[in-house]
């Protein structure tokens, strides 16, 4: 994990910095490989009218970016309070990618594999259609991809999919180049 840590309108202490560093111990024993970079700001905020401290924590992981605001008197109890939120803000959203991927790949298993043709493409915007034999319209994205690029597929390609249900109806949860 990266981290940078900034002082604003004032001199950072040592003790700070330990915290900091114990704390980012922590985040990387939890979530290894989770959170990919960490920005911590202590900031003197004398014209805030709660005065005092602002802490800010800028934590980026995959596909989402978690900021954490926490302001008080002193610095070292706001940090504690601001790592506490973050972590738990960081359970949440593993939680819900494993919750999300359970149930895709319990989706994708009913749903089996099916054949379809590629209907459109939008390589640009990175997904594209697949026109299914029951004549369905699948979304997909370049994401659902593979053992194959999106500038390798033409419109009436051969592919293999599973479906799943998405927010605005059928989409693929993978495709794969029909074998030939």
């Not at 033409?154 to 693929?172: C, F, N, R, W």
Request: a neutral charge; zero cysteines; glycine letters at 6%.
């Amino acid at each position: 994990m990266e981290l940078k840590v900034e002082a604003r309108n004032l001199d950072m202490r040592k003790g700070w910095l330990e915290k900091i560093e114990e704390e980012k111990a922590k985040l990387v024993r939890h979530y290894a490989n989770f959170v990919l970079h960490l920005r911590v700001t202590i900031e003197a905020t004398p014209g805030y009218k709660e005065g005092g401290y602002e802490v800010r924590l800028v934590a980026s992981v995959p596909n989402d970016t978690v900021v954490v605001k926490r302001w008080g008197e002193k610095v070292r109890p706001i940090l504690v309070e601001a790592f506490d939120v973050l972590g738990l803000r960081l359970k949440e959203i593993v939680r819900k990618k494993q919750n999300h991927k359970n149930v895709k790949v319990s989706e994708a298993i009913v749903a089996g594999n099916v054949s379809g043709t590629i209907k459109k493409l939008f390589p640009e915007d990175a997904y594209g259609f697949i026109t299914t034999p029951d004549d369905d319209e699948v979304f997909f994205h370049e994401n659902v991809l593979r053992d194959v690029s999106m500038h390798q597929l033409s419109e009436g390609d051969a592919v293999m999919l599973a479906i799943t249900s998405g927010d605005k109806g059928p989409q693929a949860s993978w495709v794969r180049m029909a074998k030939a």
